[in-house]
């Protein structure tokens, strides 16, 4: 399932909260940049537990899955930089 442009930026919303609740805990941003929304939600649920922070963990997952599809299980696809032109690359000098 394709998300629109709304559920794509709330997708990207949730990771973001997601990134930032885990970075509490001394995780670097490229450690949790490749995980999936599923991936970061074990990591929150076995750090923090159910109890005053997140619902339980099957209900966080079906709602999720409600809201994005099978999206939560996929991992970021990784943003292809396009190489440089001759025109752009610069001359090294020795």
Not at 2 to 16: S, W, Y
Not at 37 to 57: A, K, P, S, T, V
Request: glycine share 6%.
């Amino acid at each position: 399932m394709e998300l629109t442009q709304e559920k794509q930026l709330a997708f990207n919303e949730v990771r973001k909260a997601m990134i930032e609740r885990l970075k509490n805990f001394e995780f670097a941003e490229g450690m949790l940049e490749g995980l999936s929304l599923f991936q970061m939600l074990n990591l929150l649920e076995l750090l923090l537990g159910h109890r005053n922070y997140i619902g339980m963990f099957s209900h966080t997952v079906f709602s999720l899955q409600d809201v994005f599809g099978d999206a939560i299980w996929d991992k970021p696809k990784s943003e292809v930089k396009p190489e440089p032109t001759n025109e752009e690359q610069k001359e090294v000098v020795h």
